[in-house]
């Protein structure tokens, strides 16, 4: 929950939050919060979509809200500090005036315009930013109706899933919930932040974040801090001018609460020098994770075993267990593996050899084959496979065969002007509703593997949906599951399949998984990944890159890796080129 004038009000997260009509502009003498000068740009981003303004300045004005709500520093005090706010990425000229605007005046010209040119029913979405304008516009016209409330009345009677299908219906439903909860590809700035400020304007000798981000989970509802400080109380009154005000929740002598306005919680617990090992211990695993080792250890409070544990490691050493990578601290078998000796070897970042799932100009991508091999040539890998769409997927301007002939002569012409390099030729073929591939066997021939992946019809049931993915693997051309259950994290979850049949049809022909290391997606989770892990499955660690920029969002995916137990052998390109194609070979 959130203070804002005057009211408690539950904040969204994400791309925008809740804007507060104030009653009058707020006085220049009062200052203003990050997320209420976020607020704005994002009610503003919202008006604009109503009112079909260009896309590009509404994603700016979104894209800024966010950047100002998982700033430290007070955005208030930095205007009228006279401060460059230009400093930061997505904040030019134009944005740093209309920040400027709204810390002086407490609102917006160009939002007050256009407040006033639409009705209040359609202002009144602001209050839910992740709803996408246009949709409920063509649900208010359909149903005829004209408030939230008729549409939440809709949503809970089924009539708006009868009419407008099930992934209209999940979008309403996600953009009306109240949520907490962020993105941990959104979480890393924050927690630098807030770090940052702990330490250098708080008092905190030293501070460590811990519990979920640290473990590296996918989504992230809170953040857990440990710090040491001097002055503990001292601490918890500068932490309320994080952000330049950050509402505190509860207090007590060794812990402390917040609001964050980017949207989840932040938890302070203060631990001594010597017991700072046993208490990171504490505060990173989870519940289940923390269960087991106490079964091992004893009572993990801080007195027992007359031991202070100042560090991680003297934990384990005195306990006879190898350290237990955070990323899995969640209660499988890594406390019995870590007793024998056995945890695995961790994949990382280094042990990447290329990337099996990029798209270009082709389809959907905004760089060319060349520019990505040569981006891709760069990071050190040794080869790219390029996966543009295929024809079935004219959203994403799935190419025409034609065009897939002529993608594949090019890069044949620029593998013979490669040195140490290679780029192979694929796609990303859509698997259509009956199982079958969007490209005939003809043209599959002629590439070196293939990611296939589901884009539509995502309402079938359980049965139908691992069925017509059993039929794709049945065609030999097939070579990896891309992004195997469609989910998007926080809009839009994955469809429903028999995991089980589909990794033991996997296993028998030979088939390998994708996980996607775009952060929405993420897709296999952590669970599905050591389920094919422990068949015995490869796993491909790929970005699904749109451009060369997105190359380094692999570090997303070989986190999520780790949580699953993969170990380099378990994943498919962190191969050599020439093992890596005899893996796949038909």
């Known amino acids: 929950m959130h203070a804002k004038s005057g009211k408690v009000l539950h904040e969204t997260t994400n791309i925008g939050h809740p804007f507060v009509d104030e009653e009058s502009p707020t006085p220049a003498s009062i200052s203003l919060s990050n997320a209420e000068i976020a607020d704005r740009l994002s009610a503003l981003a919202q008006l604009m979509t109503i009112e079909k303004a260009n896309p590009y300045k509404v994603r700016a004005y979104r894209r800024a809200a966010a950047v100002i709500r998982g700033l430290g520093e007070s955005v208030d005090e930095m205007v009228r500090s006279n401060e460059d706010l230009r ?91 109240e949520t907490e909860t962020i993105l941990l590809y959104h979480a890393n700035a924050i927690a630098e932040a807030i770090r940052r400020y702990l330490l250098k304007k708080a008092g905190a000798k030293r501070a460590e974040v811990v519990g979920d981000y640290r473990r590296r989970v996918e989504t992230i509802s809170r953040f857990d801090f440990l710090v040491q400080a001097p002055d503990f109380p001292g601490l918890i009154e500068a932490m309320k001018h994080y952000g330049g005000r950050t509402p505190l929740l509860e207090s007590s002598a060794a812990h402390a609460v917040y609001a964050l306005s980017s949207g989840p919680l932040l938890c302070l617990q203060l631990s001594d020098p010597e017991h700072w090992g046993l208490n990171m211990i504490r505060t990173t695993g989870s519940a289940a994770h923390l269960h087991k080792l106490a079964r091992v250890t004893g009572s993990l409070k801080s007195s027992q075993e007359g031991s202070s544990f100042a560090d991680e490691d003297k934990f384990y050493t005195h306990f006879k267990m190898q350290v237990i990578p955070p990323e899995l601290r969640e209660g499988n ?114 590439l070196d593997y293939t ?136």
């Open 87 to 177: 400093v930061y990425s997505g904040i030019g000229d134009a944005m740093s005036a209309a920040i400027r605007e709204i810390v002086e005046t407490g609102t917006l010209k160009s939002l007050d315009k256009l407040k006033a040119s639409v009705s209040p029913e359609l202002a009144s979405l602001t209050d839910h930013p992740r709803l996408d304008p246009q949709r409920v516009l063509r649900i208010y016209k359909k149903l005829k109706i004209s408030k939230i409330e008729a549409l939440q009345a809709a949503l809970e009677s089924g009539e708006l899933e009868r009419i407008f299908g099930a992934r209209m219906a999940q979008h309403v439903r996600l953009g009306l919930v």
């Open 333 to 446: 078998d890594e406390v019995a593996l870590a007793r024998k000796g056995r945890l695995p070897e961790l994949v990382t970042e280094a042990d990447i050899r290329g990337d099996l799932h990029t798209h270009t100009l082709g389809s959907d991508g905004s760089d060319s084959v060349e520019e990505m091999a040569i981006a891709a040539h760069k990071l050190g890998y040794e080869y790219i496979g390029i996966t543009d769409h295929t024809p079935s997927l004219k959203i994403a301007n799935g190419q025409s065969i034609d065009d897939l002939r002529a993608q594949i002569r090019g890069i044949d012409e620029l593998n013979g002007r490669l040195s140490g390099f290679r780029i192979l030729k694929s796609a990303e073929v859509d698997i259509l509703a009956d199982g079958t591939l969007d490209l005939p066997d003809e043209m599959l021939r002629e």
């Open 451 to 586: 990611v296939c992946s589901i884009h539509s019809r995502f309402a079938m049931t359980r049965e139908k949906q691992t069925d017509r993915i059993l039929r794709a693997m049945d065609n030999r051309y097939f070579t990896i599951l891309g992004h195997a259950t469609g989910r998007l994290l926080l809009k839009r979850p994955g469809y429903e399949l028999e995991f089980d049949r589909i990794i033991q049809h996997a296993k028998e022909r030979r088939r390998f998984f994708e996980l996607n290391s775009s952060p929405d997606r993420l897709d296999l989770s952590a669970e599905n990944a050591r389920s094919a892990r422990m068949a015995g499955l490869r796993i491909a660690i790929s970005t699904d890159s749109h451009s060369t920029g997105e190359y380094g969002t692999i570090r997303y995916g070989i986190e999520q890796a780790r949580r699953a137990g993969l170990q380099k052998d378990d994943v498919l390109n962190c191969q050599p080129l020439e093992l890596m194609l005899r893996l796949i070979a038909r």
